[in-house]
């Protein structure tokens, strides 16, 4: 019985391994195990490990099904990054609403009850304990093997990495294992000129990485017509990456520059009036450092 068990094994290890080699080469290699095995399906549990991720990051209080979810549309570690567009609404600390009758109180006292942040200390309210955020790691990690497709995965492991963990490479390979799976995205191309910028300090490298970002908002914009007009995540990137060049611009000393960017961002900002401020700012230093013959100086200052 056992030889027959051991034979058995061995055959079915090998047919698996004919069929994924089959699978990888139909899809370019792009499949992994899971995705071999669960199929479409793999979304669903990697959704699952994704949003296990934000439950933990909150300390288990966390609304479920039967509880108001408005506040928690966009998982709160994604939205922190900065990268990705809230649609979050209401109250988040109180998704549970008020007690129904003694017992449910009396119960509460036996859950997580208290609205946390893992990096703002947990808990414990204690500040020094923020590292401990690379408890999420693994679930993210998880969820971006089950589905290499999901965008805000790679964005908040990349995020986290970089700002609470000073993991600053390996931050920047989850980002371009991420634009592996999804060239020219414009969301992981603004994440990775942050890196440049925040982590690094290259100016230069963030300004190309910034200006491929702009350049891929536009041509899916050409590709989706009304998408810059009318979809809330489009403009809420390309806005992101006008302001971030726009500043790096600024201070680098070329004003001329850091007006077109504001300029742009004006067209998708939910606050024009303030942008336009900024655009007046810039344009009356720029008459102040006008020289005598009507040049603007827009030479860039040295690199950092």
Same mark, same amino acid.
């Given at each position: 019985m056992?030889?027959?068990?051991?034979?058995t094994c061995?055959?079915?290890?090998?047919?698996?391994?004919?069929?994924?080699?089959?699978?990888d080469?139909?899809n370019?290699?792009?499949?992994?195990?899971?995705? $071999?095995i669960?199929?479409s399906?793999? *979304?669903?549990f990697a959704n699952?490990f994704y949003?296990?991720a934000?439950?933990?990051?909150?300390?288990? @209080?966390y609304?479920?099904i039967?509880n108001?979810?408005k506040?928690?549309q $966009?998982?709160?570690?994604?939205?922190?990054t900065?990268?990705?567009?809230s *649609?979050?609404?209401?109250?988040?600390?109180?998704f549970?609403?008020?007690?129904?009758?003694?017992?449910?109180?009396?119960?509460r006292?036996?859950?997580?009850?208290?609205?946390?942040?893992l990096d703002?200390?947990?808990?414990?309210?204690?500040?020094?304990?923020?590292?401990?955020?690379q408890?999420?790691?693994? !679930?993210l990690?998880?969820?971006?093997?089950l589905?290499?497709?999901?965008?805000?995965?790679?964005?908040?492991?990349? @995020? !986290?990495? #970089?700002?609470?963990?000073?993991r600053?490479s390996?931050?920047?390979?989850?980002? #371009?294992?991420?634009?592996?799976?999804?060239?020219?995205?414009?969301?992981?191309?603004y994440?990775?000129?942050?890196? @440049?910028?925040?982590?690094?300090?290259n100016?230069?490298?963030?300004r190309s990485?910034?200006?491929?970002a702009s350049?891929?908002v536009?041509?899916?914009?050409a590709?989706?017509?009304?998408?810059?007009?009318?979809?809330?995540?489009t403009?809420f990137? @390309?806005?992101e990456?006008?302001r971030h060049?726009?500043?790096l611009e600024?201070?680098?000393g *070329?004003?001329d520059?850091?007006?077109e960017h504001?300029?742009?961002?004006?067209?998708?900002?939910?606050?024009?009036?303030?942008?336009?401020? *900024?655009?007046d700012?810039l344009? #009356?230093?720029?008459?102040?450092?006008t020289?005598?013959s009507?040049?603007?100086r827009?030479?860039?200052?040295?690199?950092?």
């Amino acid at each position: 019985m056992l030889i027959a068990l051991v034979v058995t094994c061995f055959g079915m290890a090998a047919g698996l391994t004919s069929r994924f080699e089959a699978y990888d080469d139909a899809n370019g290699g792009r499949k992994n195990v899971f995705q $071999t095995i669960l199929g479409s399906s793999s *979304r669903i549990f990697a959704n699952s490990f994704y949003v296990k991720a934000d439950e933990y990051y909150h300390s288990g @209080y966390y609304p479920t099904i039967f509880n108001e979810t408005k506040a928690f549309q $966009t998982p709160h570690m994604a939205a922190d990054t900065g990268a990705v567009a809230s *649609r979050n609404e209401g109250e988040e600390k109180g998704f549970m609403g008020p007690p129904h009758d003694w017992l449910e109180a009396f119960g509460r006292n036996f859950i997580p009850n208290r609205h946390t942040h893992l990096d703002e200390g947990g808990p414990a309210d204690d500040l020094s304990n923020s590292k401990d955020v690379q408890e999420i790691l693994p !679930w993210l990690k998880f969820s971006a093997e089950l589905d290499p497709d999901n965008i805000e995965t790679y964005l908040v492991t990349a @995020y !986290w990495l #970089r700002t609470k963990m000073n993991r600053v490479s390996e931050a920047e390979a989850v980002l #371009r294992e991420g634009l592996r799976h999804q060239p020219g995205d414009p969301q992981l191309l603004y994440e990775l000129g942050r890196v @440049y910028y925040e982590s690094r300090h290259n100016l230069a490298q963030a300004r190309s990485v910034w200006e491929a970002a702009s350049r891929s908002v536009t041509k899916q914009s050409a590709a989706r017509p009304g998408a810059l007009q009318n979809d809330p995540d489009t403009r809420f990137i @390309y806005g992101e990456i006008q302001r971030h060049l726009a500043q790096l611009e600024e201070d680098n000393g *070329r004003l001329d520059l850091a007006i077109e960017h504001w300029q742009q961002d004006k067209l998708v900002s939910p606050q024009p009036a303030e942008v336009q401020k *900024r655009i007046d700012d810039l344009i #009356r230093r720029q008459a102040e450092s006008t020289d005598k013959s009507g040049n603007t100086r827009s030479e860039p200052l040295p690199n950092k």
